[in-house]
């Protein structure tokens, strides 16, 4: 795989987390200057993805799974990488289960929700061809679909009123004691695919800061946008606020009266690339760690437990509730792992084989 279909897929598993649960959780974490705990989010990022790849860059022949398990064996690797599957797991459930809600409110209000979680059959199957065919099919979908999302931010645009900007700054830092603020972190976990990755495929840390630069301006987008339009009070009640500020789009084309529609479709077809790099990611995991068996067998395996978990999810508190509780299993994963990754990389240094 090039680096340049790398860095296209870190882009599209990143993206397509910001739209729905991360504005709704930034907007609990602060009353005032959202902007800082966005920003705290993408620095953290960057720090343990440099710790992370410089880590794993000690080890060229090995990936992820083949550091811990040269330096803490294989059981000690289970333990420690096994709260990085339940993460994800429980992270493509819950996020995508609230997208698919999304489906089920806005555009098919009378098909039963085990019908739309069928949907989670299109993943699976993508993750059951590879992460090779899960890049190049990504960024096919993706070119099809990225005009129309920036259409859809940029149109917005002219109903903001610049006042519900302030105020700008939380002097106290507040939101650091928040639990939405450890909720809101989920997107950043999206580097953490490509210690699964060889090392001739992994891009260079600097363009990958490149990258997490430019994300961060979507990442501010998904919050302000809403916001700047309904105001920060406002928007607290709001469950979808990237599509209902789409809904206040006038364009006198009528194509685009179905703006939120066409959003709410994009969306879905970009998260289910993200979607497929979790599943596959969990394969890997549980394949090599814990269960040699076929690939294919394991996806299935995932997908019935995915729907199944869904499924038994009664109502959108409840689904709130554990996008909270998963908030530990995103921490440990997002710090722990890249820092374990750097202290044996030390080690490795220290004492050569």
Known sequence: MSKRLLLTLFFIVHISLFYYVYPVKIIET????????????????????????????????????????????????????????????????????????????????????????????????????????????????FICVAPLILFSLVSGVKNMDIHNIFPLFDAQLSYLKRPAFYASLFPHAGFLFLGLMPKKSKPAPLQLSYLLAVLFIFGLASVYLPMLIFGPEAILSFRYPNVLTLDTVDNEWVVFDWLPTFFVISMIGVSMVESAVSLWVITTLIQRLLLPVGRGWIVIALGLLSYGFSAFIPNMDSLEQLVTMNSVFCVYSICVVPVTVWLMSLHDRRNPA
């Open 30 to 141: 602060a009353s005032k200057g959202h902007w800082e705990p966005i920003l705290t989010g993408f620095l953290a990022e960057l720090a343990f993805m440099w710790m992370y790849l410089k880590g794993l860059s000690r080890f060229p022949d090995k990936d992820v799974i083949g550091v811990y398990r040269q330096k803490s064996g294989k059981w000690l690797s289970a333990v420690l990488l096994v709260p990085l599957a339940i993460f994800l797991f429980l992270d493509l459930n819950l996020i995508h289960r609230y997208e698919y809600e999304s489906v089920n409110v806005l555009l098919l209000p009378k098909t039963p929700t085990l019908f739309i979680l069928l949907l989670y059959s299109i993943p699976c199957y993508i993750a059951w061809k590879g992460i090779e065919a899960i890049a190049r099919g990504g960024v096919a979908l």
